[in-house]
């Protein structure tokens, strides 16, 4: 149930509607937006009386959610979320500014990674990502360098300013990643983890939570609310492609899922192109589809040499191709009313 | 530049800060835990009075108390109201315990 207030409505008064819905066993949650205050009520509702909340003072409507997600439906929130990332000079996500994250796909040493996070900052990126642990179909193939990759990470973070965001694969490692990085991901493959979607919601950290390969956009918003249910607020969804008979490409980027989650969810809506289409000539036709969608921002894996990377090298953006995929991305941000960082075209002169 | 000496007082002082944030780390601790004392007993005298041990209404007034306490404070209600959802989560599951 969501209980709208007048924007005028007193500490006290606030105070005491909640502490009527509490009285019931429920708890409550706080939206202020400029125009009004939105007090989402969680929990069993079969007590609570519409017309008895309604009547209490500062109460201007009491409206029931029928969607099984609350605190991720887009009516919890007087505004949209607006995700504060990494320190003063860090990003924000879901304001008007348009967040391209960009990196390899692994963390495979430290000069790469380092070279990579400055041609992207200087192209105009705002975050890094890089893999640590990889969840790998194969179990034979290269599954990450875990702890010494968030190292890397946090020492790369610390040199260039980026923040950084890597994947968490196993609730065990949820405290190391968050010693290291700014965001922590749940890739596709985790993203019905329950477990691992609990221990992240009790990290006060943000989550990039990204859509797994068979999941409904429902779904998607239910594993958010897993998250936010324990109390961590901070999600980023991610589309990333679905899995369809079209074998053309690796995935199929499910565009409508963009303006169908914004309509949803008062949470961020980022894409990453480069697993959608599994090949690096796809990624700018994606992410400009993508950003024309109303996308918050992109996740992009970029690789200083993709024919040598020891994963997903035929997706990377060598780091030329990157700043030109920047350069050409500008329009379309500008037409979907969004900035874009410009770059700092000295940036990788600057001394280390 | 920093200087070396003005490095060292700050040093210093951060040093004492963090020695003051431990005292209060202390006492916080040794106040949940009284506070979980008082929880099993509140739960022994409910029991000798024949009520139940589970009283939402009572808790929901707990937590309206402990916001407007830190609203007073200067702080962020919506945060130790968080805080106390979660302290009066712990009292409770030491009543029942019993």
Same mark, same amino acid.
Request: with cysteine.
């Given at each position: 149930?969501?209980?709208?207030?007048?924007?005028?409505?007193?500490?006290?008064?606030?105070?005491?509607?909640?502490e009527?819905?509490?009285?019931?066993?429920?708890?409550?949650?706080?939206?202020?937006?400029?125009?009004?205050?939105?007090?989402?009520?969680? =929990?069993?509702? &079969?007590?609570?009386?519409? !017309?008895?909340? %309604?009547?209490?003072? #500062?109460?201007?409507? *009491? $409206?029931? @959610?029928?969607?099984?997600?609350k605190?991720?439906?887009?009516?919890?929130?007087?505004?949209?979320?607006?995700?504060?990332?990494?320190?003063?000079?860090?990003?924000?996500?879901?304001?008007?500014?348009?967040?391209?994250?960009?990196?390899?796909?692994?963390?495979?040493?430290?000069?790469?990674?380092?070279?990579?996070?400055?041609?992207?900052?200087?192209?105009?990126?705002?975050?890094?990502?890089?893999?640590?642990?990889?969840?790998?179909?194969?179990?034979?193939?290269?599954?990450?360098? =875990?702890?010494? &990759?968030?190292?890397?990470? !946090?020492?790369? %973070?610390?040199?260039? #300013?980026?923040?950084? *965001? $890597?994947e @968490?694969?196993?609730?065990?490692?949820?405290?190391?990643?968050?010693?290291?990085?700014?965001?922590?991901?749940?890739?596709?493959?985790?993203?019905?983890?329950?477990?691992?979607?609990?221990?992240?919601?009790?990290?006060?950290?943000?989550?990039?939570?990204?859509?797994?390969?068979?999941?409904?956009?429902?779904?998607?918003?239910?594993?958010?609310?897993?998250?936010?249910?324990?109390?961590?607020?901070?999600?980023?969804?991610?589309?990333?492609?679905?899995?369809?008979?079209?074998?053309?490409?690796?995935?199929?980027?499910?565009?409508? !899922?963009?303006?169908?989650?914004?309509?949803?969810?008062?949470?961020?809506?980022? @894409?990453?192109p480069?697993?959608?289409?599994?090949?690096?000539?796809l990624?700018?036709?994606?992410?400009?589809?993508?950003?024309?969608?109303?996308?918050?921002?992109?996740?992009?894996?970029?690789?200083?040499?993709?024919?040598?990377?020891?994963?997903?090298?035929?997706?990377?953006?060598?780091?030329?191709?990157?700043?030109?995929?920047?350069?050409?991305?500008?329009?379309?941000?500008?037409?979907?009313?969004?900035?874009?960082?410009?770059?700092?075209?000295?940036?990788?002169?600057?001394?280390? | 530049?920093?200087?070396?000496?003005?490095?060292?007082?700050?040093?210093?002082?951060?040093?004492?800060?963090?020695e003051?944030?431990?005292?209060?780390?202390?006492?916080?601790?040794?106040?949940?835990?009284?506070?979980?004392?008082?929880?099993?007993?509140?739960?022994?005298a409910?029991?000798?009075?024949?009520?139940?041990?589970?009283?939402?209404?009572?808790?929901?007034?707990?937590?309206?108390?402990?916001?407007?306490?830190?609203?007073?404070?200067?702080?962020?209600?919506?945060?130790m109201?968080?805080?106390?959802w979660?302290?009066?989560?712990?009292?409770?599951?030491?009543?029942?315990?019993?």
């Open positions: 149930m969501i209980i709208v207030t007048r924007p005028d409505i007193t500490d006290a008064e606030l105070d005491h509607i909640r009527r819905v509490e009285a019931y066993g429920l708890r409550t949650h706080i939206s202020r937006g400029e125009a009004r205050v939105v007090v989402g009520c969680i =929990g069993d509702e &079969a007590h609570l009386s519409e !017309a008895a909340l %309604r009547i209490l003072p #500062g109460v201007e409507s *009491v $409206t029931p @959610v029928q969607k099984p997600y605190l991720a439906a887009r009516e919890f929130a007087a505004e949209p979320s607006v995700i504060r990332v990494g320190d003063r000079a860090g990003a924000t996500l879901g304001g008007r500014e348009l967040v391209v994250i960009a990196g390899p796909c692994s963390v495979e040493g430290r000069e790469m990674l380092e070279e990579t996070a400055r041609a992207v900052r200087a192209a105009g990126a705002g975050m890094l990502r890089g893999g640590a642990f990889k969840p790998r179909t194969s179990p034979y193939a290269f599954q990450g360098l =875990g702890k010494i &990759a968030l190292r890397m990470l !946090a020492e790369v %973070r610390a040199r260039t #300013g980026l923040p950084v *965001v $890597t @968490v694969m196993d609730t065990r490692q949820v405290e190391l990643v968050a010693e290291h990085a700014d965001v922590l991901q749940v890739g596709a493959r985790n993203m019905q983890n329950f477990a691992l979607l609990s221990e992240v919601g009790r990290v006060q950290r943000p989550i990039l939570l990204k859509r797994g390969l068979a999941a409904t956009v429902r779904e998607l918003l239910m594993a958010a609310e897993y998250v936010m249910a324990q109390g961590n607020r901070d999600v980023i969804l991610c589309e990333r492609g679905i899995r369809t008979y079209e074998t053309a490409t690796r995935n199929t980027l499910d565009v409508a !899922a963009i303006p169908v989650l914004k309509a949803e969810t008062h949470l961020p809506v980022i @894409v990453d480069s697993h959608a289409g599994g090949r690096a000539d990624v700018a036709p994606l992410a400009f589809a993508a950003v024309a969608a109303g996308a918050d921002g992109l996740i992009v894996e970029v690789h200083p040499c993709p024919e040598q990377a020891v994963s997903d090298g035929d997706q990377s953006l060598t780091l030329p191709a990157f700043a030109e995929l920047m350069r050409a991305l500008r329009p379309f941000a500008a037409a979907a009313g969004r900035t874009l960082a410009p770059g700092e075209p000295d940036a990788v002169q600057e001394a280390a | 530049m920093t200087e070396p000496a003005e490095a060292t007082s700050a040093e210093h002082n951060l040093k004492r800060l963090r003051e944030i431990e005292r209060v780390d202390r006492a916080i601790v040794e106040l949940v835990a009284e506070r979980v004392r008082l929880g099993r007993e509140i739960g022994a409910k029991r000798a009075a024949g009520l139940p041990t589970l009283d939402p209404a009572r808790e929901a007034a707990v937590v309206r108390r402990a916001g407007a306490l830190a609203r007073e404070a200067g702080l962020v209600d919506e945060e109201r968080t805080l106390f979660h302290l009066i989560g712990i009292s409770r599951r030491a009543q029942v315990e019993e």
